[in-house]
T-cell receptor
Framework: DVKVTQSSRYLVKRTGEKVFLECVQDMDHENMFWYRQDPGLGLRLIYFSYDVKMKEKGDIPEGYSVSREKKERFSLILESASTNQTSMYLC?????????????????FGEGSRLTVL | RKEVEQDPGPFNVPEGATVAFNCTYSNSASQSFFWYRQDCRKEPKLLMSVYSSGNEDGRFTAQLNRASQYISLLIRDSKLSDSATYLCVVRITSGTYKYIFGTGTRLKVLA
């Protein structure tokens, strides 16, 4: 089974702190994503990466950065946490380049990291 | 207007009922379509892909109408375990790809 592991299930941080959220997948997937999920707003894409050291902004990248130094690991960084970044953060991965033979379309999610910023 | 719209519900139905969820999408470049299921405080998981000809998986039937930009999910003989939020997802492919999620429809199946 594909496994996507997020480093922390629950975090509590203070305003202004730097926050690292780690995500590791064990199935050699090329594509990795970071979403946040808020009530009434659904899942919104923060950043995604389709290869090592490659990253692209999603719909709400402000206040976030990412790092993908190794294929299996995609990190989300909040440089200076703010209360409006309190949310559930979900990492996902999927295999293959778009339209490639291994492209099933399925997104595999980690269990989520619930971040509270005080 | 949201790119993917769903009725948030909740849909409260008795066990054994048939329930249908609808979803509309606005981006005509959408090429792949999915229904995901999300249990409370859990991550979303793929329920089924949606194909142009329609497809069925046990008690679940998905339909796609590209002309109307409309996707549906039908659940027959509802079980208590079907209680969850159902997310409509479209994927746009252009070199890389982008998944766009609806906000979900909550289903509660009552004993």
């Amino acid at each position: 089974d594909v496994k996507v592991t997020q480093s922390s299930r629950y975090l509590v941080k203070r305003t202004g702190e730097k926050v690292f959220l780690e995500c590791v997948q064990d199935m050699d997937h090329e594509n990795m994503f970071w979403y946040r999920q808020d009530p009434g707003l659904g899942l919104r894409l923060i950043y995604f990466s389709y290869d090592v050291k490659m990253k692209e902004k999603g719909d709400i990248p402000e206040g976030y950065s990412v790092s993908r130094e190794k294929k299996e690991r995609f990190s989300l960084i909040l440089e200076s946490a703010s209360t409006n970044q309190t949310s559930m953060y979900l990492c996902a991965s999927t295999p293959g380049l778009a339209g490639g033979h291994s492209d099933t379309g399925e997104l595999f999610f980690g269990e989520g990291s619930r971040l509270t910023v005080l | 207007r949201k790119e993917v719209e769903q009725d948030p519900g909740p849909f409260n139905v008795p066990e054994g009922a048939t329930v249908a969820f609808n979803c509309t999408y606005s981006n005509s470049a959408s090429q792949s379509f999915f229904w995901y299921r999300q249990d409370c405080r859990k991550e979303p998981k793929l329920l089924m892909s949606v194909y142009s000809s329609g497809n069925e998986d046990g008690r679940f039937t998905a339909q796609l109408n590209r002309a109307s930009q409309y996707i549906s999910l039908l659940i027959r003989d509802s079980k208590l375990s079907d209680s969850a939020t159902y997310l409509c997802v479209v994927r746009i492919t252009s070199g890389t790809y982008k998944y766009i999620f609806g906000t979900g429809t909550r289903l509660k199946v009552l004993a």
